[in-house]
Antibody, heavy 121, light 108 residues
Framework: QVQLQQSGPGLVKPSQTLSLTCAIS??????????WNWIRQSPSRGLEWLGR?????????DFAVSVKSRITISPDTSKSQFSLQLNSVTPEDTAVYFC???????????WGQGTLVTVSS | EIVMTQSPATLSVSPGERATLSCRAS??????LAWYQQKPGQAPRLLIY???TRATGIPARFSGSGSGTEFTLTISSLQSEDFAVYYC??????????FGQGTKLEIK
């Protein structure tokens, strides 16, 4: 049974960097069949996929066009977790952020509990 | 980018009755369409994938149909725990997962 546990601050100041971590149990961040995603949800934007990292003999990343210039998703193999960094945040980045694991069929089967991140001074 | 449009935005149905939710894609997604259920304060939960295959542990009262651009989620006899928000999501156009805006299923 795969479980994802998110951690990170709930308040970030404008222009600073949003940082969240997602710890994986029951699978490995280095799995050759899974992909590890970040998704956010806000009233104005709905559910928005942000990006993913995955391992297929080497590491790959894909990002949404809307955040491509500001986002980093990094695996940590020593702890079997992955992280999200979103730079230069504005109040429009205020949302509930979810990490999610996709299986070999690209289905988002496993979700973290969600973290409300508010961007405010 | 593929746009997913759900209708109606809100659906009021009595317990025990049938609910039918619709999802339309702006271009064909073949059968690469999933449905999720989300309750307040929780993450979305995968219900249906491949347009019509129930995920593990999902009751048989949930069924999905459609292909291409038109999809339907049917809940045959609504239980109290089914009142939630439902999202469709396409996973045909990689790497982006695109979600619909959701249908809120409320008690009539």
């Amino acid at each position: 049974q795969v479980q994802l546990q998110q951690s990170g601050p709930g308040l970030v100041k404008p222009s600073q960097t949003l940082s969240l971590t997602c710890a994986i149990s029951g699978d490995s961040v280095s799995s050759n069949s899974a992909a590890w995603n970040w998704i956010r949800q806000s009233p104005s934007r709905g559910l928005e996929w942000l990006g993913r990292t995955y391992y297929r003999s080497k590491w790959y990343n894909d990002f949404a066009v809307s955040v491509k210039s500001r986002i980093t998703i990094s695996p940590d193999t020593s702890k079997s977790q992955f992280s999200l960094q979103l730079n230069s945040v504005t109040p429009e980045d205020t949302a509930v952020y979810f990490c999610a694991g996709a299986d070999s069929e690209s289905l988002l089967r496993y979700w973290g509990q969600g973290t409300l991140v508010t961007v405010s001074s | 980018e593929i746009v997913m449009t759900q209708s109606p935005a809100t659906l009021s149905v009595s317990p025990g009755e049938r609910a039918t939710l619709s999802c339309r894609a702006s271009q064909s997604v073949s059968s690469n369409l999933a449905w999720y259920q989300q309750k307040p304060g929780q993450a979305p939960r995968l219900l249906i994938y491949g347009a019509s295959t129930r995920a593990t542990g999902i009751p048989a009262r949930f069924s999905g149909s459609g292909s291409g651009t038109e999809f339907t989620l049917t809940i045959s006899s609504l239980q109290s725990e089914d009142f939630a928000v439902y999202y469709c999501q396409q996973y045909n156009n990689w790497p982006s997962h695109t979600f619909g805006q959701g249908t809120k299923l409320e008690i009539k």
